[in-house]
């Protein structure tokens, strides 16, 4: 086989291995936005009933201030005050807009048309559940 095969073979290699990398780049920074979704939701869901929806009252700051100094130390940065604070507001249009920008981003990374359906209904049952809720917080 001569050089200039054996060049063209490899940049055809290349340029696939690219794109296999690409690809699963973009893969997982989907898979890792919406865990971290899900994790400040859980976290949220979890704070707003022991405080009793009193996020902005002064034991309720207290409370979210302890939790994000403690979080804080123990697993670095992400659980700010203010960062504790928004997963702890029981304010459905935040979370919505929250949900619409992780939805376009979503849109945005995943290329084939089968996986951006399945992200797509994924997405609805995750903003159909968001909805579900609010209503009952707002009981």
Do not use: C
């Not at 490899?10 to 990398?21: F, P, T």
Request: aromatic share 10%; glycine share 6%; charged share 25%.
């Amino acid at each position: 086989m001569g050089i200039a095969k054996i060049k063209e073979n490899s940049e055809q290699l290349l340029v696939g291995i690219e794109q296999l990398i690409e690809q699963t780049g973009r893969q997982v920074a989907v898979y890792l936005n919406t865990r971290i979704s899900r994790l400040y939701w859980a976290i949220g869901n979890y704070i707003v009933p022991e405080i009793q929806y009193e996020t902005y009252s002064d034991y309720g700051q207290q409370i979210i201030a302890t939790l994000s100094q403690r979080l804080t130390e123990k697993f670095g940065k992400g659980y700010s005050y203010s960062a504790i604070t928004l997963t702890a507001l029981p304010d459905k249009q935040w979370f919505i807009d929250k949900l619409n920008k992780s939805i376009a981003i979503a849109q945005q990374n995943v290329v084939a048309g089968e996986e951006k359906e399945l992200a797509g209904k994924a997405l609805k049952i995750l903003k159909d559940k968001i909805n579900k809720k609010f209503k009952l917080w707002q009981k």
